[in-house]
């Protein structure tokens, strides 16, 4: 998209938000770089140069306008819908595994060498892991520093900073103000917090359909991990430092979320795992366009446009969920995964609602005894299988993992059919084509609508929707009378 001078400029002129997060404009008669909605009045086309990620601009020594906050637009939508290796280099270091493991950890998570991650991220994103990095750092900082009262000591090493000296000139240069200057700015009105829960307002791109993604989370809800109160959706993390606690509530313009951790140096992975549970960086105008093309969905796309796909935050937890959800109904799946949280979950306190504990660890469900699971064998034998593969590390279904290697790997486990990988796919992995042809729901809506009665025949026809089937099935879905589809009375 940046290569395209020409389509960026009037994206700039016409403060187009579609495309916040596609690229950046450094403007080198001011030194900032922006948004492309900036508000403020455009540049000359002479005057703007363009980049793919923020991290590239601050690189060639822009500093982040502090009118537009182009460090806060939603993420590119490149990074989610992709397989490749840079996008799964992209997921993994949203995710803070440059912080915690290195470039060495993420490149060995990837399979690659160190200096073949830092070649292809600069050809593709004008930086390496570092700077990207860094630049997601100075985001955190920046949000602690003015939404909390916490000491700059404890925000630098919140964010990730390895010293109270880089936090500061990382801030100076990225912000051209210093942190001290940073909170003086906080607007008047919204007083920073303490050191508990954080609220801050998830950014997307219009529109979003906040019916199936809310309705689906808050009705396939674990009891104890997850709960709908008083309008919003509330669950339970694990995190690398410790845990938190999410609640999202949406708005018309964005997601209001507050988070309490236990542990601040989570920050920036907690937010990045609520925004991907949540598709916080698709491109709906993009999906609904192609999907539209068939006259069959079009009339569905246009009643309520912009629907996402519901993920997870916890990507074993979900296999695990998964199988517990074979053939049987979404309350008695519940019922199964809520029984196992209360025997091998660990508990937490929540002063502000009903959450007890944290999903057990695929390592801590390998100690079940399978004689205590209230549903046959072969399924007993399905999930052992399953939880022995996870905590083994056989299977990686984490958000840097590849797509086709966890479906071959999924395909070989006993009891794990079409339907169970391809649901896995598409709310653990993310993967926006999954498809599920065989899902009793998608051959309900397909008899509906007259589109082919068979998996196979339903399939070629579904060939259209590509690379956008999961999003179709979340139409196909709606069509049904479930709770899936409606957002829960507040």
């Known amino acids: 998209m940046h290569e395209d001078a020409e389509r960026c400029v009037r994206a700039v002129q016409a403060k187009d938000a579609r495309f916040d997060g596609w690229f950046f404009t450094g403007v080198v008669t001011t030194g900032i770089y922006c948004r492309p909605s900036c508000p403020v009045v455009a540049p ?37 819908h992709r397989a490749d290796v840079v996008a799964r280099a992209m997921r993994l270091i949203s995710d803070g595994v440059v912080d915690r493991e290195g470039v060495p950890g993420l490149a060995g998570r990837l399979g690659y060498s160190t200096r073949q991650i830092e070649r292809q991220l600069n050809a593709e994103l004008g930086a390496g892991p570092l700077a990207l990095a860094r630049a997601q750092r100075a985001q955190t900082a920046r949000l602690l520093i003015e939404t909390t009262t916490l000491p700059m000591g404890d925000v630098a090493f919140a964010a990730g900073f390895a010293s109270i000296r880089a936090f500061n000139e990382t801030v100076r240069e990225v912000f051209a103000l210093t942190p001290s200057g940073l909170r003086d700015r ?33 009705a396939t809800a674990v009891p104890g991990v997850e709960e ?26 964005h997601v209001a979320c507050t988070l309490t951790l236990s542990d601040l140096r989570d920050l920036t992975i907690a937010i990045s795992r609520c925004r991907w549970m949540l598709d916080l ?14 006259p069959v969905l079009a009339a569905l796309v246009d009643k309520a446009p912009g629907r996402r796909v519901p993920r997870t935050v916890d990507a074993p937890e979900f296999a695990v969920r998964a199988v517990l959800g074979q053939q049987v109904s979404t309350a008695a799946a519940r019922t199964h995964a809520g029984r196992l949280v209360t025997a091998y979950g660990d508990p937490i306190t929540d002063a502000g609602g009903g ?13 079940l005894n399978p004689e205590d699971l209230a549903f046959p064998q072969t399924r007993r034998n399905t999930l052992m299988t399953l939880v022995d593969a996870l905590a083994s590390g ?35 992995l993310g993967d926006p084509d999954a498809f599920t042809p065989t899902d009793l729901g998608i051959r309900a809506a397909a008899k509906s609508l007259d589109l082919p009665a068979t998996p196979a025949a339903l399939t070629r026809h579904a060939a259209q929707w590509r690379p956008w089937r999961a999003y179709a099935v979340q139409y196909l879905w709606a069509t049904g009378d479930h709770a899936i589809n409606l957002l829960p009375a507040s």
């Not at 906080?186 to 993604?213: E, M, T």
């Not at 504990?357 to 469900?365: E, K, R």
Request: aromatic share 6%.
């Open 44 to 80: 000359k086309p002479e005057n703007m140069r363009f980049y793919p990620s923020a991290a590239a601009a601050q690189q060639a020594g822009f500093r982040a306008c502090k009118r537009c906050r182009p460090d806060t637009t939603p993420g590119s939508p490149e990074w989610n």
């Open 186 to 218: 906080v607007a008047k009105g919204h007083p920073p917090a303490g050191s508990g829960a954080l609220s801050l307002r998830l950014p997307f791109r219009a529109p979003l359909c906040p019916d199936n993604l809310f309705g689906h989370l808050a």
């Open 228 to 253: 709908w109160r008083d309008g919003a959706y509330r669950r339970a993390m694990r995190l690398p430092h410790g845990h938190g606690i999410a609640t999202l509530r949406p708005h018309p313009d």
């Open 281 to 294: 960086d698709a491109d709906p105008i993009a999906v609904d366009d192609l999907l539209r093309t068939d």
């Open 355 to 367: 959450l007890t504990h944290l999903f057990p660890t695929p390592s801590a469900l390998a100690e």
């Open 394 to 428: 056989e299977i990686d279904l984490g958000v840097g993992s590849d797509w086709d290697e966890a479906r071959a790997r999924l395909s070989v486990l006993p009891g794990i059919g079409p339907w169970t990988i391809e649901t896995i796919a598409m709310r653990a």
